[in-house]
């Protein structure tokens, strides 16, 4: 997700004449013949997992769920009317405690959120569905959980120390900072200072994004090291090591989901642009000339998770880069593009970052980072397809997504609107809400018996106060699947408890036995 702007690339190409002294024991002279790999590898675990693979292009080819809405680099951003508005959004994510300002008993800090009790639960959730999606499911992706802090050489060879900056100019009236590409623009298209309203601004500066510190007591340069801006680089210096001790063969891809961090001049939209975010990124490792099958595999992939996790499709769309648009390591990138209310935006970019990673930190660090295809017998660097996806950008397009305005009739028949998160099970913070009728003391221990019964299934909420109309709002608020009532024919009568399903709102009625096997059945927590 790293964004360089034009006019302040990095030079990129290094000269490719990389010198092969293996770092591997596998890799067996060129003329091995019939030689068996065992008899060359003294340490036998290290002899590759994967299966043999005859032909790396992906194996099958992958049908998009809904057809892929493909569009032109310069397509209309705007999101046209909305059903669901930030504000709105904003609103309910603070009255329920999901998402609101870090520190805000000081008056907050400019960038930075807090995810409460119900929005951790839900950005975890999103979380392991994509970890299911990338890493359970498939058997060609490992998982790697690297350091924030990382040796400074790292970003010169990938260019963020020249190259991750924006532009930045001061407003001359009152001194207000703004990122030159976004300065705000009146009618005649001038652009002029929100703040005071002067239209003289300095001239760009660029400005690195990138947050730096000390590793040590002395803050001195020798001392100097960057919060990561992105969770990738560590994919491609740590390369040789995971491919070599998960025994996996190219193609095959190393996953992170981990924290990045951004000096952003003017952090906006909520979560959508923000100082401090996680991100969810893949580098997939393929041989050259296979690149571009793979690209495609993964925007499939990619697509087909947003919405098999629920995304209506309307709303969702693959954007591909004009040329100039191109970062300095790409041959070729799309953007996941989501309808927020304020405009389409990125969600994920799916890149082809053809060689470039290996062959910089080949070059910088000495260590030869290309790789022997045994069946080839062939040495090459491997071309590199990434799928990196913001965790608050996505928490936030699955929240505004669920989001429904609904009217619906009360028990009495009167007719009340209602707020609904029309989240996917597998998103959704709490999966059951047990509901005492009320809290007199006969209900008590049968409702808390059957909140102990579903608890190590499934994240479970106990709620007795208020009237259960209100109960009700409150769970479809936070889009809870299912909630369970127990009354007064449960204790006297039948051991049986009422269902009631968020989305249809039908209301079915269950021995309590019956319970964990109907929830079972009717909960969709899996892709
Ligand atoms: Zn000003």
Redesign the pocket.
Known sequence: MIVVHAGQRTSGGQSGGACYHAWTHLAPGRHSGAAPLEALVTDTSLIPLSPAKDDDFPRTAVEPVAPLQRVAPDADTSAGEHEAAMDTIVALCKKRGLIFQSSEIYGGLRGAWDYGPLGAALKDNVKKAWKRAMLQLRDDVVQLDASILMHPRVWEASGHVAGFTDPLVE?R??N?RYRADQLPTNAKGEPY?A????KGFTEPKNFNLMFRTYVGPTEDSSNQVWMRPETAQAMFVDFAHVQLTSRQKVPFGIAQVGKSFRNEITPRNFVFRVREFEQMEMEFFVRPGTDEAWHEHWITQRWNWYLRLGMRPQNLRIRDHAAEELSHYSKATVDVEYRFPFAWSELEGIANRGDFDLRQHSQFSGKDLSYFDAERDERYLPYVIEPAAGVERSTLAFLVDAYRQEEARTASGKVEKRTVLKLHHALAPVKVAVLPLSRNDALVPTAREVADLLRPRWPVQYDDAGSIGKRYRRQDEVGTPFCVTIDFDTVEQDRAVTVRDRDAMTQERLPIDRLPDYLGEHLRTEL
């Open positions: 407003c009236g009152c207000s200072c703040h005071c309203g002067d």
